[in-house]
């Protein structure tokens, strides 16, 4: 009896490992998220705007950094498990980016805060820079490799908004985006390499009650 649960556990030890890992990180982010966007819509927290959007951020990324490297590059490279665009029916990983994508929008749910990936060699159309601030931001974090932070006015509402330089942390994000059909057609001469700034995060915190 006791050889047999043994060899359930550690038969299911890296499932389990990965779910708590992605759990952990899921429910750091989420309490941190919360605390800051209830400062920053009450307006009687001691932290600048700033200070809560680079808080968020530093969640975020390392929520992506875990995910992207230690989980879907690691279990490539073992071979054990692979990411899928078409992770459901393929009964795989999720891409890094759907990954990223199902939790913004999880996390804007019913509320005005809201974060994001765009870059202006998106593979969805909806991810391109579209406001004034998106656009003047993105080329200034393509320039200069450091965010840009301002205030802006979207759908009738004021934010303080910040966007990140989003870089590829691994050959499988680059992979991913450099062999995709449609970057090969609407990016023919853009090839990343780990490092490489592909986007931006952008962070929108509401200032109006």
Not at 131 to 151: H, N, Q, R, V, W
Request: net charge positive; glycine share 6%; aromatic share 10%.
């Amino acid at each position: 009896m006791i050889h047999t649960i043994i060899t359930h556990i550690r038969r299911f030890k890296l499932p389990l490992r990965l779910v708590a890992l992605m759990l952990l990180a899921v429910t750091s982010w989420f309490v941190v998220v919360s605390c800051s966007s209830l400062q920053a819509g009450q307006g009687g927290g001691n932290l600048a705007p700033d200070v809560i959007a680079d808080y968020i951020y530093r969640i975020i990324k390392s929520e992506r950094t875990v995910y992207g490297k230690y989980v879907v590059q690691r279990l490539k490279d073992e071979n054990v498990l692979r990411a899928s665009e078409h992770w459901q029916q393929d009964k795989s990983l999720p891409l890094p980016a759907q990954m990223f994508r199902m939790s913004s929008e999880l996390a804007s749910e019913n509320s005005p805060f809201s974060y994001g990936a765009i870059s202006p060699w998106s593979l969805n159309e909806n991810n391109q820079p579209k406001t004034e601030f998106e656009k003047k931001a993105m080329d200034s974090i393509l320039l200069t490799g450091l965010p840009f932070k301002d205030y802006q006015t979207k759908d009738g509402k004021r934010y303080y908004s910040a966007l990140y330089p989003d870089k590829a942390i691994s050959a499988a994000c680059i992979d991913c985006h450099n062999q995709h059909p449609v970057h090969k057609q609407r990016y023919p001469d853009k090839v990343f390499k780990v490092g490489d700034v592909i986007g931006g995060i952008v962070i929108n915190l509401p200032l109006d009650q």
